[in-house]
């Protein structure tokens, strides 16, 4: 996905051997427009199956898990929450005692949905964990397993809540950033799901890579002390039309009107997190704000999306055309 993939070049960069693990039926654009493809390990298997973590475990040397996999969109999550929670939650305990028989190290993505609701911002660590709604709930889910296997087994892990990351190689078109670049480099009018009130923290992708960098190398290091959990984004606190425009000012030069088709009721209204235990305790802070990572990101899809769009037809092509799969 995005985050792994960003991860893995930082890591192939500092001559880390990564080994990794990816649904058989992702094809991981990002990675190969990186030319890392031929650098990593991969396996291709559902988390959710544990028989095939286990011989994984048993058959592949390394030193430290991140588990990054999960189903990630709210609006799937409304739609199929038992493929969401088969996923997010029963993923997490497969990975977490799988990590506590093998004795491995793992650092484990949460997120700030997993504190639900709240009146008062910004999160901070403390807050209790009370998501409600389907992806929130397996989010809080995930989070309180860490606790578990850490409170319990005394499991060297560590969870990272962040905001709403983003970057070059995202191809969810549901997220905003993608999906409003998308459409304007297409000359199409952009949909928007609100009307663009509710506020959120926005990080840079490679400023998450660095944060689970810097986690992970404390969690291998004997003489740190590491939290079991860490929130971590930017000062960029910004409405869904903040950032609309600021897309719009990147690409266009001047404001597009979009498409309003409200669809958010399940959604949490503001949310942004404190971010000073990680910088007080790792000295871990966000680099990149919010004009400059959205610049990098504009660029990248100026620069990739006509070849997505050329392997998505002839991928549907292929599917027209295959006798085996016109009967799927």
């Not at 990351?165 to 409003?180: A, E, F, K, T």
Request: hydrophobic share 40%; charged share 25%.
């Amino acid at each position: 996905g995005l985050l792994g993939s960003w991860l893995a070049k930082d890591f192939l960069n500092k001559n880390i051997e990564v080994i990794g693990i990816a649904l058989d039926t992702e094809k991981n654009f990002l990675i190969d427009s990186m030319n890392i493809s031929n650098d990593i390990d991969i396996d291709y298997f559902d988390i959710a199956d544990n028989n095939k973590f286990i011989d994984f475990y048993k058959t592949k040397d390394f030193d430290v898990a991140i588990h990054l996999a999960a189903q990630t969109q709210v609006k799937e999550a409304l739609n199929d929450p038992v493929q969401t929670f088969e996923s997010n939650i029963k993923g997490t305990w497969n990975i977490l005692e799988n990590s506590r028989i093998f004795n491995k190290p793992l650092v484990v993505a949460s997120s700030d949905k997993a504190y639900g609701i709240s009146t008062k911002l910004p999160y901070e660590e403390n807050f209790e964990l009370k998501g409600e709604y389907p992806y929130e709930f397996s989010k809080t889910a995930t989070d309180m397993l860490c606790t578990t296997y850490r409170k319990t087994y005394n499991l060297q892990v560590s969870v990272l809540r962040c905001g709403n990351i983003y970057g070059g190689g995202d191809l969810n078109w549901d997220r905003l950033i993608p999906g409003v670049t998308k459409w304007l480099l297409n000359k199409e009018q952009p949909v928007l799901r609100t009307k663009g009130q509710f506020k959120r923290d926005w990080v840079y992708v490679e400023d998450v890579a660095n944060a689970y960098i810097s986690v992970t190398n404390a969690l291998l290091d004997v003489n740190k002390e590491v939290s079991g959990a860490y929130n971590f984004s930017s000062n960029d606190y910004l409405s869904v039309m903040d950032i609309y425009e600021k897309i719009c000012n990147t690409l266009e030069k001047k404001y597009v009107e979009p498409l309003i088709q409200e669809d958010s009721e399940f959604e949490i209204e503001d949310q942004y997190l404190s971010s000073n235990k990680i910088r007080d305790e790792l000295d871990v802070v966000a680099k990149i704000g919010i004009d400059e990572g959205l610049k990098r990101t504009v660029n990248w899809y100026k620069s990739n999306l006509n070849i997505i769009e050329k392997i998505w037809f002839r991928l549907m092509d292929f599917i027209k055309t295959s006798d085996v799969l016109k009967d799927v």
